[in-house]
Nanobody
Framework: QVQLVESGGGLVQAGDSLRLSCAASGRTFSSYSMGWFRQAPGKEREFVAQITGIGGSSYYTDSIKGRFTISRDNAKKVDLQMNSLQPEDTAVYYC????????????WGQGTQVTVSS
């Protein structure tokens, strides 16, 4: 059974940092792109960052560039280091996995809440 399990969310103040982790199990994800998405209250889920399995190239949405960094242990774990957090970063953060050459994200975690107070 494939599972993605996020951890590391919490309540912080503006300017603080958090590190989210996503543990993958049930298959080998080394060739998969791994990504982070978020959904704020009343808004649609949006892309945050991704890292490819082959080559380890990373991509970010503009609003978090320079503040967030995605990294991976190729087989089992992907992290999202979030610095200089702002209230607008408040959301449920989801980990996802996408197979090579596919356009859809195949697997999703259950999400972890990040709340940033001003």
């Amino acid at each position: 059974q494939v599972q993605l399990v996020e951890s590391g969310g919490g309540l912080v103040q503006a300017g603080d940092s958090l590190r989210l982790s996503c543990a993958a199990s049930g298959r080998t994800f080394s060739s998969y792109s791994m990504g982070w998405f978020r959904q704020a209250p009343g808004k649609e889920r949006e892309f945050v960052a991704q890292i490819t399995g082959i080559g380890g190239s990373s991509y970010y949405t503009d609003s978090i560039k320079g503040r967030f960094t995605i990294s991976r242990d190729n087989a089992k774990k992907v992290d999202l280091q979030m610095n200089s957090l702002q209230p607008e970063d408040t959301a449920v953060y989801y980990c996802a996995a996408r197979a090579l050459f596919k356009s859809t994200w195949d697997y999703w975690g259950q999400g972890t809440q990040v709340t940033v107070s001003s």
